[in-house]
DNA sequence: CATAAAAATTGACATACATCACTAATTTCA
DNA sequence: TGAAATTAGTGATGTATGTCAATTTTTATG
């Protein structure tokens, strides 16, 4: 990591989180690290971008986005500190991105590359078994989100979303809520307001 | 693992898919299995028990299912042969179960408890490699199944499975197809009219 | 094989949500 | 600060899909 202010603080509690690295296993890691600050607005990563890095987010808030034939987009995944975020598919099987990553705040990330990863990982029981938790970790929060799909309305699904993520919300726009929903913002904001 | 007649090949190549294990690391994963043949219609997994082991399935087709207050239900995965099944959430967090796992045809399958995994990952580096890349694999897939619900009509959704599994939806009833895409069996029946 | 049970089909009608068109409010940034 | 761009709100109307009810077809089982 080239010399930042960044505290890392945050970085090592969140990699902690299911099993401890030591100072030296830590400090490997870190070095591996790519900071990238990005301004509101700008694009993290394009359509069509092979993506050969995933995102931790230190400060600010990202959107991933699926854009259809028809112009109609939809968020994939918000993104605030201590997420990850990049296209996973593309990531893994290093291929060209379907989902472009735009900034919504001034922000600041911890760009880790897959060949990185994956020799940390072989390197370092403890972060395998971090990657290992973190994907079963999303896998089951992109499991409720689906499930929520199947048995709730577009009402419901944005209760449940004010009532999961009360501050998230605050920072994000109604049509952007909207794209997140699968839904209109003419519909949604029809829910609002009563 | 018991005694059995059971062929141990088709599982060896299915952990060795992503890296290879060796003769004596395959073992010591052998020794942890538990098999456990199932009847048609019999329950593998039922709401609220504590869910201590994932499943390979060797032969048959299972399905995991959550029952909404109203009755309702929904279909979380079909699981066939070299497919796992588990309630996810309930088996990473030593909870109780939300889905039911039911058998839909007799059944062999490989039982490993959440000790057992977590020690072998810990012991077998190449093991700990398969589940990171195996989570991986199954977000992505699971995102993409979210993303038809975003961006298709029911009509759609219903040509994409078919697409992309050929033969499995000619294993399982059209009530059952309607109960994983997310429509009613009358809707189903209209397409398939035309 | 016969009977019961489950699954599939079909029609009539209800409803949640989309679309389109317009106006109002808010934010952006020159 | 003020004009332009973006976002939000609202009504009228269309459409995909749900609901209910009845019938037919297929599958399961003694």
Same mark, same amino acid.
């Given at each position: 990591?080239?010399?930042?202010?960044?505290?890392?603080?945050?970085?090592?509690?969140?990699? %902690?989180?299911?099993?401890?690295?030591?100072?030296?296993?830590?400090?490997?890691?870190? %070095?591996?690290? +790519?900071?990238?600050?990005?301004?509101?607005?700008?694009?993290?990563?394009?359509? %069509?971008?092979?993506?050969?890095?995933?995102?931790? #987010?230190?400060?600010?808030?990202?959107?991933?986005? *699926?854009?259809?034939?028809?112009?109609?987009?939809?968020? #994939?995944? *918000? $993104? #605030?500190?201590?997420?990850?975020?990049?296209?996973?598919?593309?990531?893994?099987?290093? =291929?060209?991105? +379907?989902?472009?990553? /735009?900034?919504?705040? %001034? $922000? =600041?990330?911890?760009?880790?590359?897959?060949?990185?990863?994956? /020799?940390?990982?072989?390197?370092?029981?403890?972060?395998?078994?971090?990657?290992?938790?973190?994907?079963?970790?999303?896998?089951? +929060?992109?499991?409720?989100?689906?499930?929520?799909?199947? /048995?709730?309305?577009?009402?419901?699904?944005?209760?449940?979303?004010?009532?999961?993520?009360?501050?998230?919300?605050?920072?994000?726009? +109604?049509?952007?809520? $909207? $794209?997140?929903?699968?839904?209109?913002?003419? /519909?949604?904001?029809?829910?609002?307001?009563?």
């Amino acid at each position: 990591m080239q010399g930042t202010e960044s505290n890392l603080n945050q970085f090592r509690n969140h990699l %902690d989180q299911f099993s401890t690295l030591s100072d030296l296993q830590f400090k490997v890691v870190v %070095d591996h690290i +790519k900071i990238r600050k990005l301004k509101k607005h700008e694009v993290l990563l394009h359509e %069509d971008q092979v993506v050969d890095h995933t995102f931790w #987010i230190n400060k600010g808030l990202l959107i991933s986005t *699926f854009t259809q034939d028809d112009g109609r987009e939809h968020i #994939i995944q *918000f $993104a #605030i500190e201590n997420c990850w975020i990049t296209d996973q598919q593309a990531y893994y099987n290093q =291929e060209r991105s +379907k989902f472009r990553i /735009t900034c919504l705040e %001034d $922000a =600041e990330v911890f760009a880790l590359s897959y060949e990185s990863r994956e /020799t940390l990982c072989a390197e370092i029981g403890e972060l395998s078994h971090f990657f290992r938790r973190k994907a079963n970790d999303s896998f089951v +929060k992109l499991q409720q989100r689906l499930l929520t799909y199947l /048995t709730s309305d577009a009402q419901q699904r944005f209760e449940l979303l004010c009532e999961e993520y009360p501050t998230l919300i605050q920072r994000i726009s +109604k049509k952007r809520l $909207a $794209a997140y929903l699968g839904v209109t913002r003419e /519909t949604l904001s029809r829910f609002t307001r009563s």
